[in-house]
């Protein structure tokens, strides 16, 4: 068994799981993953959940994490979130039966998104999910419902498309001027949506939810929201609510080498509580705060190990070619260099040659592959390894089925190593039961 033949090994490691890992250590862990994998650190994972409640619960204790599926929907990870205590946030009825699937308790999903069935809208309903609506069809399919199931009570939340803006410059990712998603405030849809719910007896208008994609994951973007979401309650007189939902997008424990100066879980927790305590400081049964985190919960805890497969110059550029793609640690091709260590099969390498500039480029035939740009170091060798780090975040999900099949997962838990995705093969690659031959 593999977890016993590395125990020793583990332990030493497992002591300060922070530092470099072993070049043996990954040599051994080669022989049952292949020449590129990820590793997944299930005590950090812990960490970060533990810090985020921390953070806000002593500042507000109603609060409910409600981690993002899409981020990351492993199911090992899911499952051990579930177990913390974590909601489950999902946008798809994918993501929904995985939530089932592994055992989450249907009241403890949040499910979101702007594409809902009918059928989907049912099932969270009747499983009492709660459910975010985005559009002015998904109120149709609920009326439906409720018409069918007078004698069912259903809850219901709303997600509002309001001005974030800030002296007329909008923070939302891509330089976007607005939001596609949720019911449009200014144009009266979502107006529209909280009367033609209201119309119905058994109807209840229970959250709000607030989620907005911006770049700068400001603090100041979290109170906008909050504050923005309070208004909205007090406007239309919404006095059931049971939650309020400010969405995810907060920065985690980013690496200074990434970026610096980034806020910290007090920061938004100090800057969402204070408005959310200040609002509700007169209501006996306050609503839950809801914050559904996706990146600052699992982008630390997983690091992506590649081997060198060779070094070659062309022209003046020196090329490291890995065992592994940019799909693996950076699916969007960004251009920022994640932390990396170089585990070395001689220490001789470094005594022998000079720090030099090199790119380290991927398997696939797309020229822009390129794990790295522009590293300073002694160059790698064949048979040495490359060590990213903080890759747990889309990695997984956004991971194509191009060219080479997905690289297994192995989790660190304690003093044991195991699989939590084995490598895959070619039958699971162009599975029978689900391509024609």
């Known amino acids: 068994m593999l977890a016993g033949a590395l125990n020793e ?3 030493r490691i497992n002591q300060d799981r922070h530092k470099v890992l072993s070049y043996q250590m990954i040599k051994q862990l080669e022989k049952e993953f292949g020449s590129s994998f990820y590793l997944f650190d299930l005590q950090q994972l812990r960490e970060n959940y533990h810090k985020i409640a921390a953070a806000f619960r002593s500042r507000y204790d109603n609060f409910i994490i409600g981690y993002s599926y899409k981020t990351n929907y492993l199911p090992y990870l899911c499952k051990e979130l579930a177990g913390l205590g974590a909601y489950a946030e999902v946008v798809s009825r994918l993501e929904y039966d995985l939530a089932i699937k592994i055992g989450q308790d249907p009241k403890k999903i949040i499910f979101n998104g702007p594409l809902k069935t009918k059928e989907d809208i049912e099932y969270a309903l009747t499983n009492e999910s709660m459910i975010n609506l985005d559009s002015l069809y998904e109120i149709d399919f609920v009326k439906e419902y409720c018409l069918k199931n007078s004698e069912k009570h259903v809850k ?3 997600r509002v498309n309001y001005d974030i803006s800030t002296d007329g410059i909008s923070p939302l990712v891509e330089g976007y001027e607005i939001s596609r998603f949720g019911l449009c405030l200014d144009n009266g849809s979502f107006g529209q949506a909280v009367r033609s719910l ?3 007896k058994n109807v209840t208008i229970s959250g709000l939810h607030g989620h907005f994609s911006t770049s700068g994951r400001t ?31 907060i920065f ?5 080498s990434i970026m610096k100066n980034t806020p910290s879980f007090a920061d938004y927790a100090e800057a969402i509580c204070q408005i959310m305590n200040k609002e509700f400081r007169q209501h006996k049964n306050k609503p839950a705060l809801v914050l559904e985190p ?3 919960m699992v982008a630390n805890t997983f690091r992506f190990a590649a081997k060198v497969v060779e070094t070659k110059k062309i022209r003046k550029e020196q090329f490291v070619l890995a065992a592994g793609s940019a799909h693996n640690i950076k699916p969007t091709f960004h251009k920022k260099n994640l932390p990396m260590t170089i585990l070395r099969k001689s220490k001789a390498e470094l005594l022998r040659h000079r720090r030099e500039s090199f790119h380290i480029v991927g398997y696939t035939c797309l020229e822009k592959d390129y794990l790295a740009n522009s590293v300073e170091d002694i160059v790698p060798e064949r048979e040495d390894y490359l060590v990213f780090e903080n890759v747990g975040a889309y990695t997984i999900v956004f991971n194509p089925p191009f060219i080479k099949e997905r690289p ?3 989790a660190l838990d304690g003093n044991e190593w195991f699989p939590v995705r084995k490598r895959e093969t070619i039958s699971e690659f162009f599975h029978d039961d689900l391509y024609c031959f």
Do not use: R
């Open 408 to 410: 297994g997962i192995v």
């Open 198 to 200: 209201s119309a119905l």
């Open 294 to 296: 996706g990146i600052s």
């Open 9 to 11: 090994e583990s332990m």
């Open 156 to 158: 219901v939340g709303l």
């Open 252 to 256: 985690g424990e980013v690496p200074k």
């Open 219 to 249: 603090v100041g973007t979290f109170q906008k929201i909050t504050q923005g979401l309070c208004d909205i309650a007090k406007e239309y007189k919404l006095f059931s609510l049971e939650y309020i939902d400010v969405g995810g997008g």
